[in-house]
């Protein structure tokens, strides 16, 4: 089992609330995206094996897609999203918050990788899970770096939810340099030792005539 980050360290375990609040040009993309939901269909990816809680295979399918494009597999102390299972962690957590929150999450999912909102913004037919990864790289950065504040926000949302997820496994921390928490074993050894001392100072005392 992974152990989340301790408080201080890289990552939350779930962005702020309201995180994909960003006003009336976000509703209307949300509107847009539910009008070509058919265009075109996702890659589905394979269901863990204990299923799923909150999200739809869809969904877990496009989250799995976007962590693996945004933390690819980068060599030794680097795995991918895919490999620290991020899609999956997140579905167990945000099935534990309001369904306000999920609300947002599923909506944003939906949007991203719907071939309409890709064709209005990107002039691209082409669903987010369907491009090769590099194609799915660029079209994140082309999110990141839109004139759009909508779309400028609905990636760092993107971003924050699969980086918060992602470092909140310690077989990932190598990546940016992180440590984990100061082992504290020998301060507290060293602690009980001086305390000892001192009790036995004490102790001496008492017997002094």
Request: proline letters at 5%; aromatic letters at 8%; glycine letters at 12%.
């Amino acid at each position: 089992m992974s152990e989340q980050v301790p408080e201080g360290a890289p990552g939350n375990l779930l962005p702020r609330r309201g995180f994909l609040k960003v006003g009336l040009l976000g509703t209307a993309a949300v509107a847009v995206g539910g009008v070509g939901l058919a265009l075109r269909g996702s890659v589905l990816r394979e269901a863990p094996a204990a299923g799923l809680k909150c999200l739809t295979l869809r969904e877990y399918s496009i989250l799995a897609a976007v962590g693996d494009a945004i933390l690819p597999a980068a060599g030794e102390g680097a795995p991918s999203a895919s490999e620290i299972e991020v899609a999956r962690v997140a579905d167990d957590v945000l099935s534990q918050v309001p369904e306000e929150d999920q609300k947002q999450v599923k909506l944003l999912l939906g949007i991203f990788d719907n071939a309409l909102v890709s064709f209005l913004f990107d002039g691209r037919m082409t669903p987010f899970t369907k491009l090769s990864l590099e194609d799915q790289q660029r079209a994140l950065l082309a999110w990141g770096n839109s004139r759009v504040q909508f779309r400028r926000t609905a990636f760092q949302a993107l971003k924050g939810l699969v980086g918060a997820f992602y470092y909140g496994d310690k077989r990932t921390w190598k990546r940016i340099g992180y440590g984990g928490p100061p082992d504290v074993s020998a301060y507290r050894i060293m602690r009980a030792a001086e305390r000892e001392k001192e009790q036995g100072g004490l102790r001496a005392q008492r017997k002094l005539p």
